[in-house]
C-alpha cells in the first residue's frame, strides 16, 4: 500500500521554480530518511536529493546541488523539495521515497510520482 503522496508538480519557464510535498498517511515520516528521485523521458530513474531523520542533514546529486532544496516536517508527516533556477532538462517524473539509511541511501518506499516539465 502506497503512503507517500507527492503534489505540486507543474509546468514552469526556465529559471522559474516550484515546490514539491510529500504527504505521508498511515505512517509516520520520522522513522525514516527520506529522498526524491526522478526519471526523464527515455532515462532511468536517478538519486536527487535526501534528508536524514531530524532535518539537520542533506545531500545532492551534482546537477541540483545549488539549486535544489530537501526539507522535512515530521510534525507534519511531510516531506518538501523546493526547486529554484529551474532548467529544461530538470523536466522528469518526481518521486518521493524513504528508506532507512542516510549514507549509502536506498529508497525502499515510492510515491506515485508528479510530473515536472520546465519551458525553454
Known amino acids: 500500500v502506497q503512503w507517500l503522496a507527492e503534489s505540486g508538480g507543474g509546468v514552469a519557464q526556465a529559471g522559474g521554480s516550484l515546490r514539491l510535498s510529500c504527504a505521508a498517511s498511515g505512517r509516520r515520516i520520522a522513522e525514516y530518511v527520506m529522498g526524491w528521485s526522478r526519471q526523464a523521458p527515455g532515462k532511468e530513474r536517478e538519486f536527487v536529493a535526501a534528508?536524514?531523520?531530524?532535518?539537520?542533514?542533506?545531500y545532492y546529486t551534482d546537477s541540483v546541488e545549488g539549486r535544489f532544496t530537501i526539507s522535512r516536517d515530521n510534525a507534519k508527516d511531510t516531506v518538501y523539495l523546493q526547486m529554484n533556477s529551474l532548467k529544461p532538462e530538470d523536466t522528469a517524473f518526481y518521486y518521493c521515497t524513504a528508506g532507512d539509511s542516510y549514507l549509502n541511501y536506498v529508497p525502499q518506499y515510492w510515491g506515485q510520482g508528479t510530473q515536472v516539465t520546465v519551458s525553454s
Open positions: 534528508v536524514n531523520w531530524s532535518g539537520g542533514r542533506t
